[in-house]
Each structure stands twice: as C-alpha cells, then as structure tokens.
C-alpha cells in the first residue's frame, strides 16, 4: 500500500474502536439499529461519501458511494445485535443489563471493520492510486431477515463487479464453505374458543393444528434428504388448560444445501400445514418471515483475499489479551471445538488440532473446507449469486467460543475484537484496491461467476410482492430473548 492509504487505517485505530464501542454499547437488534446505522452512515458523510439513507424499503439499510466509473467495488457492513446477551468486556459472566442485548455475533467489528475499509479505499482514489467507485453497503438485521437479498431486490448490486466481506470468528482464515439455504416462516392456525370442560364439543383448537402439523412435519424428516434441516419451536399454544385454544402458532426454520431444495421442502410442509387446517376445522395463515439463499463464493475473490489475509497476518495478541482468552476459556465446554474438526481434511488434522489448542489463533489457516456447508444460514449469501463475492474472517474470538454468546460479546468489547477488526479492515482494502488496479481481475472472476452460475439463476427467494414484516420480526426479536 501506499503510504497515505497505508497507515489510514493503524493512524485512525483509535477512532475506529471508538466507533465500534459505541455501536457495541448500542446493541440495538435487528430493524432497531437506528442509532448504529445513523453513526456509520454520518461517518461516512464527514469523508465525503454520498448516503442514501432508508432503501430498499428498511430504515435502517443504507449505502454509501464514492469515486466515479468502473470498477465498482462494494464492501458489507452489518451491526446488529442479538437479544439477551448483554455482557461487561470481562471474561467470566456479567450483564452490563439483565436480559438486554448484546453483540455476540461481533456485528459491531464487522460494520466497524468494513468502514476503515471504504474510507481507507476512498484515501488511495483521492491520491490517484487507483481508480473506480468504492461503496458500503449497510446491511441490518442480519440476524432475523434477508436485508441483502431486498437490496438485491431493489437493483442496489446491479453495477457492482466485485462484492467482499468478512465476519468476526477465531480463527483467521477465508471462507471456502458455503451455508444453508433457509426459510423462516411462521404458521399460525385461528379456530373456535370454548370451555374445555364444559363444553368442548364446540372448540376447534388452533393448538391442535399446530401438535399436528409438527408430527406430520417429523414423519416428514424420514422422507428428506439426509442435510436438509426441520426445526421448530411453538411459538404460542393458547393460555389456559381450560380454554381451548383459538389461536396458535408456530415458527419453523426449512434448511437444505440448494435454493431449489428448500423450496421443494417448504411446499411439502405447507401441504402438511393445511392438512392439520382439515383436520382441526381451524384456518391456517402463514407469516412469512424470511429466506435466503445457500453461498457460492468466487474463487478468483478468494485467492485475491487469501493472499492479502497472509500479507496482513494475523492480530498480533499481547499478554494481557492472551491472559483474558485464558479466563475467558475456562467458562467453554471441554468438547467446544470437536465439532469443526469434522470440517478438517486429514492432512491438516495435526494443524487444526494444535490451532483449536489455544486460546487465540496465531496462524493464517490454509484453505480448508471446500465442498463442505457450515450448519448456519446468512444472506450474504444472496449477494454471491448476484456479483462475484468472497467473505473471509479474522481472530475476534477465544478459540471453541460458541457463536451467538456472551463470550463473544465480552472480546467484541475489547482489544482482542479490535485487533481482529483492524486486521480485517486492512485485508478488506488491499483487495478492493488490487481489484480497481487490475481490470483483468475483474474479468476473470466474472468470468469464473458466469461459469458457476451458468445452470442456476438468482431469483428473489420471497413470495411475490413480500414485503418486510417488521412488527412480526420485532416480535421475533422478543421471541429469542
């Protein structure tokens, strides 16, 4: 890098923590981040970058651009929080405020992080290094509904050539799994109230349909591919024992490792659904809350990023953070790690054990995981079916730390998230800058997209017309308290 763009990011260290506490203070969940987007989004219009504030029909989205012509170049933000986890930056349990939010997925380092990124960028385009339009995307609510794919929607990526990301995690490596297609919806059955006891012939329990349309949706799961995913959780089930219940419902999660699979399985459940709507005499309504897209990273993103993510190197950890990673270890399970190794090809198996030994990763890890999908969802995941797209991560986290917890709220607060956020920050802006420098680059990953695309086009995984139900997902905010 050069000098100016260079140091940008290491000068400003300390502006960008602060920014990435307050937003970690802030912990506002999904649509409610009004304070964190409004923050990142008048950042960005102190350094000149053009925000459009409110789009694709969320409040709290938002991009901001800068720079003229090709290439286009855009980077990902989110900072959402997660119900219940607030937590101090120590490393043994202790909410900052009983039940309230926190982060524990490090969205805070993660829209942090991709900001020194954009504006690092934007200071090598105004010393004439590079060339091109550099943008953020400030995606919310990542945690509950597919923001991206509504600004795919709204034709937000339709000049963009290169997209990149990352997420907090602990370990340093780029991401070569892809994720779960996914469906979120909730079904909700209304019947007729009645006195249990004294008059029962004239219910018709909602809850009823609900019990039903879960064992037909369980007999179902001997009839599925072996990775797709069922799971639910009823939601409401009535109030009393001695009221037959009017009104229940229930919230399912539909996973497989296609789009097209999850879409076959969901209409099967929905057959199921209006089975049990028969059955009980009830009516069935259907919420539909999100969905999203599996992952199909770029290759040729991922070799430009995997090479600036071991020119950067890993966070560079000092004593005090190693000694609060030791603390904070002490409050994991004993077998919290066993479950990546089953992503582990056996020749790095030594690796990855001595890895996953410690309390912070001290490596780059070497590319692992391809043709394997992470048990997760996320929709990034629609952008990488729409622009060429890579995603990697950077040691924020205590090695074997669970993802959604508070241990990940309590390194997200201090230096062992800040680190990890610079680090990233830097990789984030070589990339771009090694995209806007070289056109070919660009060519040839659109090239690789239009060849792992060829058989399989995007198309907007919600029903037609859906638009954001934003009451119901702020209940499903309350919900995961």
């Known amino acids: 890098m050069s000098e100016n763009y260079q140091k940008w990011i290491e000068n400003n260290r300390d502006f960008l923590i602060e920014i990435s506490d307050k937003i970690w203070e802030f912990a506002e969940t999904g649509f409610q981040e009004f304070k964190s987007s409004k923050l990142l989004a008048d950042t960005l219009e102190d350094y000149d970058f053009k925000v459009f504030r409110g789009v694709a029909e969320m409040p709290t989205a938002f991009y901001a651009t800068y720079g003229n012509g090709k290439p286009v170049i855009a980077i990902l933000g989110e900072y959402d929080a997660l119900p219940g986890l607030s937590q101090v930056a120590e490393p043994i349990r202790n909410p900052i405020i009983q039940d309230a939010p926190g982060h524990g997925c490090g969205h805070n380092l993660l829209g942090v992080g991709s900001l020194g990124a954009v504006i690092a960028v934007k200071q090598a385009l105004d010393d004439g290094i590079a060339n091109g339009t550099i943008r953020y995307y400030g995606c919310p609510a990542e945690e509950i509904?597919?923001?991206?794919?509504?600004?795919?929607?709204?034709?937000?990526?339709?000049?963009?050539?290169?997209?990149l990301t990352w997420h907090p995690s602990f370990l340093n490596m780029i991401n070569l799994m892809s994720t779960l297609a996914?469906?979120?919806?909730?079904?909700?059955?209304?019947?007729?109230?009645?006195?249990?006891?004294?008059?029962?012939?004239?219910?018709r329990s909602a809850l009823d349909a609900v019990e039903l349309m879960d064992i037909g949706a369980n007999y179902l799961r001997e009839h599925i591919i072996p990775d797709a995913r069922l799971h639910y959780v009823i939601t409401n089930g009535g109030k009393a024992p001695n009221i037959v219940p009017d009104e229940a419902e229930v919230w399912y999660f539909v996973r497989a490792p296609e789009r097209h699979q999850v879409d076959h399985l969901y209409e099967r459940l929905i057959k199921i659904g209006k089975g049990a709507e028969l059955m009980t005499e009830t009516q069935m309504e259907i919420d539909f809350l999100s969905a999203s897209y599996n992952t199909k990273f770029n290759s040729v993103v991922q070799e430009v990023v995997y090479l600036n993510l071991k020119k950067v190197g890993p966070p560079n950890f000092k004593s005090k953070e190693k000694q609060f990673a030791k603390e904070l270890s002490k409050t994991l399970s004993e077998n919290s790690i066993e479950g990546y190794l089953r992503f582990v090809p056996s020749e790095y198996m030594d690796l990855a054990k001595a890895v996953l030994s410690q309390p912070l990763n001290k490596i780059i890890v070497p590319p692992i995981g391809e043709g394997a999908v992470e048990p997760g969802s996320t929709d990034v995941a629609d952008v990488?079916?729409?622009?060429?797209?890579?995603?990697?991560n950077t040691a924020c986290e205590v090695i074997g730390s669970p993802g959604h917890s508070w241990?990940?709220?309590?390194?997200?607060?201090?230096?062992?998230?800040?680190?990890?956020?610079?680090a990233a920050a830097r990789v984030l802006a070589l990339s771009a800058l090694d995209f806007m420098r070289n056109p070919d680059l660009v060519e040839k990953a659109w090239r690789q997209f239009e060849k792992d695309h060829q058989d399989k086009k995007y198309s907007f995984p919600f029903p037609k017309d859906q638009k954001p139900l934003f009451n119901k997902l702020k209940e499903v905010n309350y919900m995961l308290e």
């Open 145 to 163: 509904f597919n923001a991206k794919g509504y600004m795919v929607k709204h034709g937000l990526f339709e000049d963009v050539d290169i997209s």
């Open 182 to 203: 996914m469906n979120s919806v909730v079904f909700r059955f209304h019947g007729q109230t009645a006195h249990a006891a004294a008059d029962p012939q004239n219910g």
């Open 384 to 392: 990488s079916w729409v622009t060429p797209l890579a995603e990697f």
């Open 407 to 422: 241990q990940n709220v309590a390194t997200g607060g201090m230096e062992i998230g800040h680190k990890g956020m610079l």
